[in-house]
């Protein structure tokens, strides 16, 4: 089992950017699976993006899609979360979450099993 730690969340202005990064205390981070979640106040956990175990592959959600990027650096037991233009709307607690290990080519939006405590994001108007 994984323990995750998320880091770099904080107050921005609209159309400012922020890094996220995940790190992963336990097993190597090596052929997990890594997703970001957030969770607007007031409303629902929403899928962000996630990255593949093998880094290859990636997905995003809408909302963040041009914007956002994830990437991880195995060697370093870390994952990250680059913001870029940020929105008012992308306010929230955003969570880092681990699945596998697993040798899928693909990521999924759901099955986490490992989640971290969550950095809040605040973005000013």
């Known amino acids: 089992q994984l323990h995750l730690v998320e880091s770099g969340g904080g107050l921005v202005q609209t159309g400012g950017s922020l890094r996220l990064s995940c790190a992963a205390f336990?097993?190597?981070?090596?052929?997990?699976?890594i997703g970001w979640f957030r969770r607007a106040p007031g409303k629902g956990r929403e899928f962000i993006s996630c990255?593949?175990?093998?880094?290859?592959?990636?997905e995003y959600g809408d909302s963040v899609k041009g914007r956002f990027t994830i990437s991880r650096d195995d060697a370093k037991n870390l994952a990250y979360l680059q913001m870029t233009n940020l929105r008012p709307e992308d306010t929230g607690v955003y969570y880092c979450?681990?699945?596998?290990?697993?040798?899928?080519?693909?990521?999924?939006?759901?099955?986490?099993?490992?989640w971290g405590q969550g950095t809040q994001v605040t973005v000013s108007s």
């Open positions: 979450a681990a699945k596998g290990p697993t040798n899928q080519p693909l990521c999924y939006t759901w099955g986490y099993q490992d």
């Open positions: 336990g097993p190597t981070l090596d052929r997990y699976e």
């Open positions: 990255i593949s175990g093998n880094g290859d592959s990636t």
